[in-house]
């Protein structure tokens, strides 16, 4: 949503490239935007017409990996579905299964937005995933952080503070990452659930000592109020048949009527969850978090706004964690009412929501954060502390710094 018409853009190949082009504009004040591949550009704020568009494009090689360590230095421009298939030959991956990854989503891009997919649930996100970083400062300095020590604790951890930044704090250039075995084998259970019986459903697999590896409750924009619930398990062949047995007896218990899919459905379903958390450019994409057990309270608000606004809104839920994606379609102008309002109920409920794609009317007039958080003050100093001249992003977390 940035004016590019006048920017410069430049892609540096590599460290001494991207600190030059940071360094010569700390004099002239030059403001600068970091960019990947471009499928997660309009999360967060608008930002201003910047000066500089810095890509990470030629910085994309794969560093260097040690399997017997389990960790890959990897260039931040790197797409996530190429380093998928390089690891595969040692039978490795980066446990992470964003919607984006087929759209070309990078490294880099992943850890400056926190992105992650439904998996999540048992392997985190690249807070977890990402042990190090090196970093090019606003003005030019490069600074490394972490190690391939996956239990380094040394000093302060800066990759994990440039987890979310959305580019606003400095460029992400190499990252280091802790890597999984691929697992041998995955089966997915599919039900039929409302919201409340999902939330109840994801409490008692929580506590059923099988570990799921991603537990999913999607709704489309219309309908009686069901949902479908995807619960997932990966692992050895053996150990998912019984852990998916075990699951499925869980469901039962809470009156749901669980069946496995066959591999290739599964693939199918898990496409079609993915899908319904992007949205059109005509659509507004809300994301909310709250506490787990909210997550009805939650649903049911955004189900009265949008009734009454006429907009439909399909939801897409990682219900154990209580985060929900919600496309609403319709009029801008209903959008806007129901996404604001709907973000002034989740805080009641002690959550929070941002707004992701979104049509520009909505973009224009609503901002992307609500409420600031009570660390607004500290955010505030870190990003005069790393970029006093505020060249990054600017705008990106207006309202909050």
């Known amino acids: 949503m940035s004016d590019t018409a006048q920017t410069e853009q430049i892609a540096p190949h590599d460290l001494d490239d991207a600190s030059r082009a940071l360094g010569e504009g700390q004099a002239t004040g030059r403001t600068v935007l970091f960019s990947g591949a471009d499928t997660k550009s309009q999360w967060g704020g608008v930002v201003d017409p910047t000066d500089l568009r810095i890509s990470t494009d030629g910085l994309n090689d794969l560093i260097s990996h040690q399997p017997g360590d389990m960790t890959a230095v990897v260039g931040a421009g790197m797409p996530l579905r190429t380093l998928q298939t390089s690891l595969a030959e040692q039978g490795q991956w980066l446990a992470l299964d964003p919607a984006t990854e087929q759209a070309g989503a990078t490294i880099g891009g992943l850890l400056a937005t926190g992105d992650a997919g439904p998996r999540r649930l048992r392997y985190g996100t690249m807070r977890d995933l990402a042990i190090g970083a090196t970093i090019v400062l606003a003005d030019g300095t490069i600074v490394h952080s972490g190690s391939h020590v996956i239990k380094n604790v040394a000093g302060y951890d800066l990759t994990k503070l440039f987890h979310g930044s959305l580019g606003s704090l400095g460029l992400i250039a190499e990252v280091i990452l802790r890597l999984h075995p691929l697992p041998a084998t995955s089966s997915t259970l599919r039900a039929t659930a409302t919201v409340s019986e999902a939330t109840i459903a994801a409490s008692a697999l929580s506590r059923s000592g099988v570990e799921p590896t991603a537990i999913e409750w999607s709704q489309p924009g219309t309908g009686d109020g069901s949902g479908t619930l995807l619960v997932r398990i ?17 469901l039962s218990d809470q009156g749901l009527s669980a069946h496995l899919l066959d591999p290739d459905v599964a693939d199918r379903h898990w496409a079609t969850f993915a899908e319904a958390t992007r949205g059109s450019t005509e659509e507004t ?36 964690l209580g985060l ?11 959008q806007m009412e129901v996404a604001d309002q709907w973000r002034r109920r989740v805080e009641t409920l002690g959550g929070s929501c941002s707004l992701r794609n979104r049509p520009a009317v909505v973009a224009d007039q609503l901002s992307a954060f609500g409420t600031p958080p009570s660390s607004a003050p500290l955010l505030r100093a870190v990003k005069h502390k790393l970029d006093p001249y505020e060249r990054c992003a600017p705008g990106r977390f207006r309202g909050w710094y």
Not at 289 to 297: E, F, I, K, V
Not at 324 to 334: E, F, K, P, Q
């Open 234 to 250: 990966d692992g050895s062949a053996s150990g998912t048949s019984a852990g998916s047995s075990r699951l499925a007896k869980v």
């Open 324 to 334: 929900h994606t919600a496309v609403l379609s319709g009029s801008a102008d209903a």
């Open 285 to 320: 994409v809300v994301r909310a978090g709250a506490l787990p057990d909210r997550s009805p309270q939650a649903i049911q608000a955004l189900r009265t706004l949008a009734d009454e606004h006429g907009v439909q809104a399909a939801v897409a839920s990682s219900i154990a």
